[in-house]
């Protein structure tokens, strides 16, 4: 194939790759956590947040706070980013939020419950108490690497934030309700995912339409990639069109709101509407199914409707729409330009590469693990049947543990989002440490398949960690100004 060929494969792979994860994933997951993260901003008092996440709570408290609020939250790396976000910004600890970033994608209950269905229930306990340990010592290690600039954090936050009331209960029932339409469209539940009627729209051409689209983005579903429904085409215009009502109606929100500003709202809700309903292109036309999922998203979206006109301010329905579109705007088109690279990348790399590399629990077929899960990104729980499928090639179940700590972890487009929220070093020290325990897990666990004794790897664990919270104690003695970090 000459270089030109290569180039339009590689194009055609990132667009194919962006068009698939804007129609299949984005939505239900992503715009419920930019409007939880720009409530949380907006409307939660500092004082809240930093009494349990804060930078000098006790460590006690806030790094087992991060991991349950983290570990009901089924959202891959992507998703948990705003949420990141707007605790970090509202004056959580770097520790603490950097445990709830890593923790939430990697174990929350939902993924451990489908790891162990899928794959076996040692993999999921042992991703589950690896992913405990090592996110809390994560977040510590990096709570003591920038201490200062936490401190520095700590004080931005009080400047900003100062003089907020106490937290009314009205909004805590309003952050509730984003928190519910959230979970009621990522939830895998049967009674979500089952369809209770449907209805079929006379629209021609359907079939013809969909057959056009997977000609259009070409993929293997083998292999983990989606293709472009006819109901993902809907969902790419209607993205479209709330960019641009967004643009002219949330710009300036805080003026007051306009045409625009309501145009957007509403397509918005219709949007979360159609992505929460079933699709199938029929002769007879297109077929919707009307699921558990699509009542329970209109149901949270009568009840944010509601407690928003009767409950909340003029102005704090402003300042809550203003935030959120302020996370949209610094996060969107950096998720953009790494799901558009993911697709050119994985044109690049074959599944093969890492069963030959990873076939035994070696150093380097669990770095090879890490290095793929970062690489060859999926949408959350999509890594689990992806992992079910190394497994069968031949990978071995400890780079198979490395593999499933960093895909939902780590991706290169939470890299470059997460960047622009903390910065580049402390993204790329987080980075490290990830793929470096990542790796460990991976080895940790393969050792105990291969058939070394529980009791060892235990006790080696234990000495690691042991060590680890007594370099921190005394680091944190030396510097007697950081002996609160957290």
């Not at 270089?3 to 715009?31: D, E, P, S």
């Not at 087992?64 to 891959?76: H, I, M, W």
């Not at 669990?366 to 049947?385: H, Q, R």
């Amino acid at each position: 194939m000459d270089i030109q060929g290569i180039i339009l494969r590689l194009v055609q792979g990132g667009l194919g790759n962006l068009a698939a994860y804007l129609a299949a994933h984005v939505l239900l997951c992503l715009v419920p956590a930019f409007a939880i993260a720009g409530c949380m901003t907006a409307l939660i008092p500092k004082d809240t947040v930093t009494r349990f996440l804060g930078r000098n709570t006790p460590k006690f408290l806030s790094y087992p706070a991060a991991t349950l609020a983290a570990s009901v939250l089924a959202v891959c790396s992507c998703t948990i980013v705003p949420l990141f976000a707007g605790i970090y910004k509202k004056g959580a600890g770097l520790g603490p939020a950097i445990t709830f970033l890593f923790f939430a994608p990697a174990a929350n209950i939902l993924a451990l419950v489908y790891t162990g269905g899928i794959i076996g229930v040692d993999l999921a306990l042992a991703r589950f108490f690896l992913s405990l340990a090592f996110g809390i010592g994560i977040g510590m290690i990096m709570a003591l690497l920038f201490r200062r600039e936490d401190i520095a954090h700590d004080a931005l936050t009080d400047a900003l934030f100062a003089g907020q009331s106490r937290l009314r209960s009205e909004v805590v029932f309003f952050l509730l309700s984003l928190v519910a339409l959230l979970l009621a469209g990522v939830l895998k539940l049967e009674f979500l995912t089952r369809s209770y009627m449907e209805l079929t729209l006379p629209i021609p051409g359907m079939e013809g339409f969909q057959e056009f689209l997977f000609r259009l983005v070409p993929f293997d579903p083998t292999k983990g990639e989606e293709g472009v429904t006819a109901q993902g085409a809907i969902l790419i215009s209607l993205l479209l069109f709330i960019g641009l009502c967004s643009w002219k109606g949330l710009e300036n929100i805080i003026e007051g709101a306009n045409g625009w500003t309501w145009t957007a709202l509403g397509l918005s809700a219709l949007t979360l509407l159609t992505a929460a309903s079933g699709m199938t292109p029929q002769p007879a036309g297109l077929v919707i199914f009307f699921t558990g999922k699509l009542f329970g998203v209109a149901l949270s979206l009568a009840l944010i409707t509601y407690l928003a006109r009767r409950y909340l301010e003029t102005q704090e329905v402003r300042d809550w729409l203003w935030e959120t579109w302020r996370f949209v705007k610094q996060i969107f088109p950096l998720l953009v330009a790494g799901v558009f690279l993911v697709g050119v990348i994985r044109q690049l790399l074959r599944p093969e590469w890492i069963q030959q590399l990873a076939g035994s629990n070696t150093l380097a077929g669990n770095l090879a693990g890490v290095v793929f899960g970062v690489f060859m990104y999926f949408p959350t729980l999509v890594e689990v049947p992806i992992a079910k499928m190394f497994l069968g090639l031949g990978m071995h179940r400890g780079p198979l543990l490395a593999y499933l700590m960093a895909d939902p972890e780590l991706s290169l487009q939470s890299i470059l989002i997460t960047s622009s929220i903390i910065g580049r070093l402390k993204t790329w020290t987080y980075v490290g440490w990830v793929a470096l325990f990542s790796t460990l897990a991976g080895l940790l666990y393969g050792a105990w398949v291969d058939g070394v004794n529980v009791w060892s790897i235990t006790v080696y664990l234990f000495l690691f960690l042991v060590a680890l919270a007594l370099t921190l104690y005394l680091a944190s003695r030396r510097n007697p100004s950081s002996s609160a970090v957290a």
